[in-house]
Nanobody
């Protein structure tokens, strides 16, 4: 069974930085695309950034130039570096990964997995 565990959220002042991590664990799997989403109170969950297996990235307009998504394939971990944080970045942040699971060298499933979410609060 594959699990995603996030870490790195917290309280930060406007203009500050945080780095979120999303670590996948389990056996016999590979990660394709990864993404970070966020959901603020009373709002829909929105895509913040994504990174394909080949490394190409995509960002929401609201975070371009401030956030950077990356991944370490050897560690099965994705990251979201958030700089120049604003109060409107306050939300629960979730990672999502498209993961293929193998058994005896055969792909038995490929689907999206979600982390448990981590709270990011930007406030003075």
């Amino acid at each position: 069974q594959v699990q995603l565990v996030e870490s790195g959220g917290g309280l930060v002042q406007p203009g500050g930085s945080l780095r979120l991590s999303c670590a996948a664990s389990g056996s016999s799997f590979s990660i394709n695309a990864m993404g970070w989403y966020r959901q603020a109170p009373g709002k829909q969950r929105e895509l913040v950034a994504s990174i394909a297996s080949g490394g190409s990235t995509n960002y929401a307009d609201s975070v371009k130039g401030r956030f950077t998504i990356s991944r370490d394939n050897a560690k099965n971990t994705g990251y979201l570096q958030m700089n120049r944080l604003k109060p409107e970045d306050t939300a629960v942040y979730y990672c999502n990964a498209l993961i293929a699971v193998f058994r005896a060298g055969v792909t038995v499933s490929q689907r999206g997995y979600w982390g448990q979410g981590t709270q990011v609060t930007v406030s003075s």
